[in-house]
């Protein structure tokens, strides 16, 4: 009974903590599809924006070329795409995380 109980308890919540971490990896990539769209539909070479420094600190920040960006592929590793090639992996990769 009570073995079981809490064993049950700590699979449960580390199950709920995973299911978590896999939410909040998709909702980074929904903000990347959807920055990338509107930088697309912008249609403009360069973008100004702020930028978070970390504890709500925040500076202007120019971006002088759009045309790419860079995307935390996972493991540690970044891959520069153009902005169709990263919607394309966006795409992919939100498949592979609603599976799991």
Same mark, same amino acid.
């Given at each position: ?38 930088? &697309? ?6 973008? %100004?924006?702020?930028? !978070?420094? *970390?504890?709500? #600190?925040? /500076? &202007? ?6 045309? %790419?960006?860079?995307? !935390?592929? *996972?493991?540690? #590793?970044? /891959? ?21």
């Amino acid at each position: 009974g009570n073995f079981i109980n809490e064993k049950m308890k700590v699979d449960l919540f580390n199950t709920l903590q995973d299911r978590d971490k896999i939410y909040e990896e998709i909702a980074q990539y929904l903000e990347l599809k959807n920055k990338i769209l509107m930088i &697309q539909k912008r249609e403009a070479p360069s973008l %100004k924006t702020m930028l !978070n420094l *970390g504890s709500d #600190f925040y /500076v &202007q920040a120019k971006i002088p070329d759009v045309s %790419k960006v860079i995307v !935390n592929v *996972g493991l540690g #590793f970044h /891959v520069e795409f153009s902005l169709p090639e990263a919607l394309t992996f966006i795409t992919t990769k939100e498949a592979h995380l609603t599976k799991r």
